[in-house]
T-cell receptor
Framework: SQTIHQWPATLVQPVGSPLSLECTVEGTSNPNLYWYRQAAGRGLQLLFYSVGIGQISSEVPQNLSASRPQDRQFILSSKKLLLSDSGFYLC????????????FGSGTQLSVL | KQEVTQIPAALSVPEGENLVLNCSFTDSAIYNLQWFRQDPGKGLTSLLLIQSSQREQTSGRLNASLDKSSGRSTLYIAASQPGDSATYLCAIQSIKKTSYDKVIFGPGTSLSVIP
C-alpha cells in the first residue's frame, strides 16, 4: 500500500534561518507531488507542484523553493525564513493516470519567531 | 483561472440532522472533484472523488454530487453525528489543454454537530 511521510511534525525557527522540509512517498511510482500551506484561519494555498523529477511549478512568488531530486521525494526549502512563512505545511500526492484521490501527509507546523 | 468557493463558511447543527455543504467552481474544464475532511491540526483525508464524467458518488452516510455545467458540487451528510464535526473542503483537479493541472482547494466549511 502507498504511504506518505512528512517530517518534522513541528518546527520552531528564528527569522532569517534556513528551512528544509522533506516529503517521501512509498508504494507508488511517478506520482504528482504537491506542497500546500495553510495559514491560521485560512484555506489551503498551493505553493508548488511537480509532475516528475526536476519538474517544479511554482504558484506564488515567495522566498520558498522546492526540489524533487528523486521520483518519490519532494523538498521544500528556504534560505532565509520570514515571519510570514509561519503556517501548517502539507505535502500531498496523487497519480493522475488512474484518476486517484489526493493523499496528504500529516503536516508540519512551522513557527517563525 | 480556476476559483473555488464554499458556502456556508461555518455551520452548526443538532445531532441527527441531514445537511448539505456547497462548493462552486468557475472553470468547468475539470478532471475530478474531491471532498476532504480536516480535523484541527491534522492533515486532510479524502472522502469522495467524483470524476468529470460522473454525477455523484456515495460512501456510507455521505453523498457527493457534481454538476459541471453549472460549476457546482454538493456534499450531503445524512443523520449527522458529533464525530462529523470538522472542516470540509472541496478541491478541483483541473485540465489544462491536454495535460493535467494543479489541485485547487476551496476555503472550507467548518461543521459543528451538537450532541
Amino acid at each position: 500500500s502507498q504511504t506518505i511521510h512528512q517530517w518534522p511534525a513541528t518546527l520552531v525557527q528564528p527569522v532569517g534561518s534556513p528551512l528544509s522540509l522533506e516529503c517521501t512517498v512509498e508504494g507508488t511510482s511517478n506520482p504528482n507531488l504537491y506542497w500546500y500551506r495553510q495559514a491560521a484561519g485560512r484555506g489551503l494555498q498551493l505553493l508548488f507542484y511537480s509532475v516528475g523529477i526536476g519538474q517544479i511549478s511554482s504558484e506564488v512568488p515567495q522566498n520558498l523553493s522546492a526540489s524533487r531530486p528523486q521520483d518519490r521525494q519532494f523538498i521544500l526549502s528556504s534560505k532565509k525564513l520570514l515571519l510570514s512563512d509561519s503556517g501548517f505545511y502539507l505535502c500531498a500526492w496523487n497519480r493522475l493516470a488512474t484518476n486517484e484521490k489526493l493523499f496528504f501527509g500529516s503536516g508540519t507546523q512551522l513557527s517563525v519567531l | 483561472k480556476q476559483e473555488v468557493t464554499q458556502i456556508p463558511a461555518a455551520l452548526s447543527v443538532p445531532e441527527g440532522e441531514n445537511l448539505v455543504l456547497n462548493c462552486s467552481f468557475t472553470d468547468s474544464a475539470i478532471y475530478n472533484l474531491q471532498w476532504f475532511r480536516q480535523d484541527p491540526g491534522k492533515g486532510l483525508t479524502s472522502l469522495l472523488l467524483i470524476q468529470s464524467s460522473q454525477r455523484e458518488q456515495t460512501s456510507g452516510r455521505l453523498n457527493a454530487s457534481l454538476d459541471k455545467s453549472s460549476g457546482r458540487s454538493t456534499l450531503y451528510i445524512a443523520a449527522s453525528q458529533p464525530g462529523d464535526s470538522a472542516t470540509y473542503l472541496c478541491a478541483i483537479q483541473s485540465i489544462k489543454k491536454t495535460s493535467y493541472d494543479k489541485v485547487i482547494f476551496g476555503p472550507g466549511t467548518s461543521l459543528s454537530v451538537i450532541p
